[in-house]
Structure formats: C-alpha cells, structure tokens
C-alpha cells in the first residue's frame, strides 16, 4: 500500500479530503532518525572540540596545515577555512558560559553532548546511537526497495529529468507556492532527489566514514581507509556530510513551517494528511 492509496471521501466526511500518506514504517523511522541524527550531531561536535580542526590525507596534528580550523586567540574566536577567517566571538572558539567563565571549546556547551567537556563521554553517546542509526538506516532502505517506496514515491520518472522540470520546482519553491490538490500526493523532482541523495548517500557516507575512523574496524577492512585517501580525509568527509544533513534539516523544516505545520505534523504522526484544496485554472 503505497502514498495515496486510501481517501477518505465519504459523505460524513465533510471538509477537506483526508489521505494516508504515510505509511508506519516512514513516520516510525521520520522519528527515530530525527532523534539519533540530533544526538550524533550534538555529540559528534564534542568530540570535534577535542581537536577543531580537520585535514586531508592520512595524517594531522597540531602543527600540520589544516584546511578548517575553530580556535581562539587571548579575547578572540575565529573560524578558518583555507585561507578565509572571520571572528566567530562569542558564538565559536571563545564564549562565555552560563556562569560567566570565558571557555575556548570550538563549540559551545549548549550544542553539545554531554554540555560539560567530556572526550570520553561524547564518544559513549556517539558510538551507542551510531549503531542504533546504522541498524534503523539499513532497515529501512531494504522496506523502501522491496516495499514499493522507492519504485511509486520516490521514483525520478522520464518526464523529470529535464531541466525544465527542475527551474520549474525551483520558482515554485522560492516562490513559496506548494503542490495542492492531487498534486500534493505526489513527491515533486526536488523532494525526490533530495531524499534519495539524503538516504542512500550522505547517510551511508556517514556511516562508512565513521567506519574509516575506528581504530577497531580498520583491522577488519583496512581498504576503507584507502577508499576515503586516508583517515584525516574520512574526518573531513564525516564533517562535510554532517553539515550538509543540518543543511537539509533546516531547510525541511522551513518548508514544514511555511507550508503548514499543522497538517505536516499530523500526517508524519497519524499517517493522514488533509489535502490542500486544487487550485483554480488560472489562477496562482
């Protein structure tokens, strides 16, 4: 049973037409992905704070070039990428905590897990909810290839891939002018590329990064290392990944907000979701 399958249009039903639009394993997995991604970012950066700074290749410490790089002077924060630096005072590399005491971590206590500096405890947290992650990620794509989502909902069909079609969703997107009517049932080519990039790259990226940097698992399959140019540059891509996901997560949002809340909401929780009335011939 796929998006759209079951309408409730009967005569009591008075009011906007209600669709099941997703199905159990979609909202179950919305949740718990949207909970373990929070935790591994929040504890990911502590253990960023440990070293803020990130390479490519097989090697880096102190003293070695970095190409991003979160640190303070005596009164200053900074961020560096390459060759560009901008003061990040108060916000990144050195703010004040709720106590009023001056802290130099890249990130600040309120971002982080645990809010206290704790090398040891920031990897407890990331490694137990990197497992969960992985586990519910793979689940998750098999149903979506054996269940029928990806071939009926996130499918790029023939008519998709022009450009056209992409400039199109494109103005319609800035414009804040979204699907309604049937058209809401269906994915647009943004959400579709958009999701598929999100579920079988950046999140496996993440995972087979995370893998490269494991002192454990490189005596298991040291070739990852050599997939990725080396341990340093796995770091770098781990973080690139990372920011990208919160770059999506963000955006999602927003359009979950200027969309409509309400309606989103009940639908990632209840299944159902109450259609948006078609718009007139003609009429924006």
């Known amino acids: 049973m796929g998006a759209a399958d079951i309408l409730d249009v009967s005569p009591q039903a008075a009011g906007p037409v209600r669709v099941y639009r997703h199905r159990l394993p979609v909202r179950l997995w919305h949740w ?3 909970a373990t991604l929070l ?4 504890s990911g950066l502590m253990i960023f704070n440990a070293h803020p700074r990130l390479y490519w290749g097989q090697y880096g410490a102190n003293h070695d070039h970095a190409w991003l790089e979160i640190g303070s002077t005596r009164a200053t924060g900074y961020l ?6 901008v003061d990040t005072t108060g916000m990144l590399g050195h703010w004040t905590d709720r106590d009023g005491a001056t ?4 990130f600040p206590g309120w971002a982080t897990i645990p809010t206290r500096y704790s090398l040891a405890d920031g990897r407890r947290w990331h490694l137990s909810f990197a497992w969960l992650f992985a586990v519910a990620l793979t689940l998750y794509m098999i149903w979506t290839a054996i269940g029928g989502h990806l071939a009926k909902d996130l499918r790029v069909r023939r008519g998709e891939w022009g450009l056209g079609a992409l400039w199109r969703d494109l103005k319609d997107h800035a414009r804040l002018r979204f699907p309604a009517g049937e058209a809401a049932l269906r994915y647009n080519i943004l959400q579709k590329l958009s999701y598929i990039g999100v579920i079988f790259l950046l999140l496996p990226l993440m995972i087979f990064t995370g893998l490269a940097m494991s002192p454990g698992f490189n005596a298991t399959a040291p070739w990852l290392i050599d997939l990725f140019g080396g341990r340093q540059s796995a770091r ?6 990372a920011t990208l996901l919160l770059l999506f997560f963000l955006i999602h949002v927003a359009m979950v907000l200027l969309a409509g809340p309400a ?12 259609l948006p009335p078609a718009r007139e011939e003609g009429r924006e």
Not at 80 to 85: L, M, V
Not at 263 to 274: E, Y
Request: charged residues 15%.
């Open 236 to 241: 770098s891509i781990h973080f690139i990944t």
């Open 263 to 274: 309606n989103a909401l009940r639908s990632i929780v209840t299944g159902w979701l109450r």
């Open 39 to 42: 935790v591994l970012l929040m």
């Open 32 to 34: 718990l992905n949207a």
């Open 80 to 85: 560096r990428i390459g060759s560009w630096k």
């Open 103 to 106: 802290q130099r971590w890249a």
